[in-house]
């Protein structure tokens, strides 16, 4: 696959993420009163499930000849996130406790932090 259409997809089920962490947000922050941390922690838990299955089988396809180790790609999924979710995270502490930057802005400028990280470690190591 070209890509250009790999990070086509990856933006597709990207922007699909980003709705789906902001729902979670905006529902736990303004409807629950839940802080922005413990918000920001579940909405990404919540989007991962959706976002390893559209990886593993539309982005990052194998080839019909290759088999694939799922649970291997799940720990390497799991640690790709990790990665990832933790430098979203550190931004977004950085800008909401060190600059003080609005919450909802900066839960928002973290999603291309994370997106960013998230698509090379998934490429390089889960579904290399």
Not at 16 to 24: E, S, Y
Not at 63 to 75: A, G
Not at 83 to 99: H, M, N, P, S
Request: glycine share 4%.
């Amino acid at each position: 696959m070209k890509e250009s259409r790999r990070i086509f997809r990856f933006a597709i089920i990207g922007t699909l993420n980003a709705l789906i962490i902001a729902a979670v947000i905006w529902l736990m922050m303004d409807e629950l009163d839940i802080d922005y941390m413990l918000s920001n922690v579940t909405a990404y838990i919540v989007a991962q499930t959706h976002n390893f299955i559209w990886c593993k089988y539309w982005i990052f396809p194998l080839d019909k000849e290759k088999k694939s180790n799922t649970w291997r790609q799940v720990l390497l999924f799991s640690i790709a996130f990790g990665i990832a979710y933790l430098a979203q995270f550190l931004f977004l502490v950085v800008l909401v406790e060190g600059l003080n930057c609005d919450e909802y802005l900066a839960q928002f400028l973290g999603l291309f932090i994370y997106g960013g990280v998230n698509f090379i470690m998934n490429k390089k190591v889960t579904f290399k």
